[in-house]
């Protein structure tokens, strides 16, 4: 089973992944469908600076599908092993089943905002 975790605000893409509202995990079967759907609620600490991604990696995420993120951040899930898909939005599940189609790939976007894109972590 593939585990996948979307930044989440609202039931919608949350653009902010490091200040998101939560973060849905979907655990997705062998015929590419939602199994199961749980809530986790990130750290209040910037995303890359925190330690979320060990706490992903400790739910069994293998993909993160995001709106945006820092450099930073997006560089220390990809040296866990996870697949980061940035540039995605609207509501979560149709991310996801955009991502499962085959029809959402990395837009390779960064946010710059705040003032902490964490560009050296």
Same mark, same amino acid.
Do not use: W
């Given at each position: 089973?593939?585990?996948?975790?979307?930044?989440?605000?609202?039931?919608?893409?949350?653009?902010?992944?490091? +200040? /998101?509202?939560?973060?849905? %995990?979907?655990?997705? @079967?062998?015929? =590419?469908? %939602? $199994? $199961?759907?749980?809530?986790?609620?990130?750290?209040?600490?910037? @995303? /890359?600076?925190?330690?979320?991604?060990?706490?992903?990696?400790?739910?069994?995420?293998?993909?993160?599908?995001?709106?945006?993120?820092?450099?930073?951040? $997006?560089? =220390?899930?990809?040296?866990?092993?996870?697949? %980061?898909?940035?540039?995605?939005?609207?509501?979560?599940?149709?991310?996801?089943?955009?991502?499962?189609?085959?029809?959402?790939?990395?837009?390779?976007?960064? /946010?710059?905002? +705040?003032? +902490?894109?964490?560009?050296?972590?």
């Amino acid at each position: 089973m593939t585990k996948i975790a979307i930044p989440s605000r609202d039931g919608q893409v949350d653009e902010h992944f490091g +200040h /998101c509202g939560y973060f849905t %995990v979907l655990t997705i @079967g062998p015929d =590419k469908t %939602v $199994a $199961a759907e749980e809530t986790f609620a990130p750290p209040a600490e910037c @995303g /890359c600076k925190s330690n979320l991604v060990n706490d992903l990696l400790g739910m069994g995420v293998t993909t993160l599908i995001a709106g945006n993120m820092g450099q930073g951040a $997006a560089n =220390k899930l990809r040296q866990s092993g996870m697949t %980061v898909i940035r540039g995605a939005s609207g509501p979560v599940h149709e991310a996801a089943a955009a991502y499962l189609a085959g029809n959402l790939a990395d837009r390779d976007e960064l /946010c710059m905002a +705040h003032g +902490h894109n964490c560009l050296d972590d």
